[in-house]
């Protein structure tokens, strides 16, 4: 994550914004469990290989580590920052019509946009993160109702 630190380090920041989706790749422990851990990892390969097709100049895509992923951006506004969610569903769904794994890639996400200098980069990302489970509780909720 220490690309990442450009964007705080950048003096033009201070006008833009940057976004950060916090990915984690559902339900990897079923797979493991059901499929084996090779499927797991193909996986995990596949979601790494599907961010980089979705976001291809990112100023970051890192694996935070386990299942979980974040891809930082810089982005003119809050709008375009949540355009990127879309942009990564859209993806993903292309993505699974043509991938040959065993199982569909499912994905929660957290999307937080702001200005780097208002916040830290772990800041940024616990918020992300706080996001990313809150959405994943909601299609949770919205799937067993």
Request: glycine fraction near 4%; hydrophobic fraction near 40%.
């Amino acid at each position: 994550m220490n690309a990442a630190r450009v964007i705080w380090a950048n003096d033009s920041a201070e006008q833009s914004h940057a976004a950060i989706l916090y990915v984690d790749l559902d339900n990897l422990k079923i797979v493991n469990d059901t499929y084996g851990h090779e499927t797991g990892d193909k996986m995990l390969v596949a979601t790494s290989n599907m961010l980089r097709l979705a976001f291809p100049d990112p100023i970051v895509v890192a694996r935070l580590g386990g299942d979980e992923f974040a891809i930082i951006q810089t982005v003119d506004s809050v709008d375009e920052g949540h355009k990127l969610e879309m942009q990564l569903q859209k993806t993903l769904e292309t993505y699974n019509k043509t991938s040959r794994l065993e199982v569909e890639i499912s994905l929660s996400v957290g999307c937080f946009v702001f200005k780097p200098k208002s916040i830290t980069l772990n800041q940024a990302l616990s918020e992300a993160d706080h996001l990313m489970y809150k959405n994943k509780k909601t299609r949770k909720t919205q799937s067993s109702a």
